[in-house]
Antibody
Framework: EVQLVQSGAEVKKSGESLKISCQGS????????IAWVRQVPGKGLEWMGS????????TYSPSFQGQVTISADKTFNTAYLQWSSLRPSDTAIYFC????????????WGQGTLVTVSS | QSALTQPASVSGSPGQSITISCTGS?????????VSWYQQYPGKVPKLIIW???NRPSGVSDRFSGSKSGNTASLTISGLQTEDEADYFC??????????FGGGTKLTVL
């Protein structure tokens, strides 16, 4: 069974750093992309970027380029989303989602990680 | 890149059919047959219901169908049921090798 399990909710202050994770199981991790998707509560989905686990090729939405870093560790079948300096506007639910050989659609999703940033 | 354009809301009665549009440009929807649709209930994880414009994942009802014409993709739900009441998001692969979502459509089943 394919599963993506994300790390737990985080409460941070503005300016702090953060790294959240998404661990995959039940499939060949290195044959797929993992994307990160942001959702401000009550709002829509925003595609942030994705990483291909086979060679760590990474692509970012222009809206998020330079704002976050996506990385992965094949040893642990885990992808990461990282901020160096959080802002209150980063408060949202962050989903990881699997894609296949091309990052064209997402068939399995993690449960989401709520990140709350106070000023 | 701008979000794809979806109507904010649509509604229908049980048994009816509704269609949700998703409009982009030649650099995304119009340029690739890589449109997907997701269903999301409040507080829940999005679920893939259509991929590559017309394909349904295993287990998704055949009441859901997708199509595309030019820069506009569409999701049609036939035989509307109360359980279909949810938010629906389209997404498209783009020329920049990224994905872009639509703003989402709230479906109300009257």
């Amino acid at each position: 069974e394919v599963q993506l399990v994300q790390s737990g909710a985080e409460v941070k202050k503005s300016g702090e750093s953060l790294k959240i994770s998404c661990q995959g199981s039940g499939y060949s991790f290195t044959s797929h992309w993992i994307a990160w998707v942001r959702q401000v509560p009550g709002k829509g989905l925003e595609w942030m970027g994705s990483i291909f686990l086979g060679d760590s090729d990474t692509t970012y939405s222009p809206s998020f380029q330079g704002q976050v870093t996506i990385s992965a560790d094949k040893t642990f079948n885990t992808a990461y989303l990282q901020w160096s300096s959080l802002r209150p506007s980063d408060t949202a639910i962050y989903f990881c989602a699997r894609a296949s050989l091309l990052p064209t659609f997402h068939d399995y999703w993690g449960q989401g990680t709520l990140v709350t940033v106070s000023s | 890149q701008s979000a794809l354009t979806q109507p904010a809301s649509v509604s229908g009665s049980p048994g009816q059919s509704i269609t949700i549009s998703c409009t982009g440009s030649i650099t995304d929807v119009g340029g690739y047959d890589y449109v997907s649709w997701y269903q999301q209930y409040p507080g829940k994880v999005p679920k893939l219901i259509i991929w590559d414009v017309i394909n349904r994942p295993s287990g998704v009802s055949d009441r859901f169908s997708g199509s595309k014409s030019g820069n506009t993709a569409s999701l049609t739900i036939s035989g509307l049921q109360t359980e279909d009441e949810a938010d629906y998001f389209c997404a498209s692969y783009t020329r920049s090798t990224t994905l872009v979502f639509g703003g989402g459509t709230k479906l109300t089943v009257l």
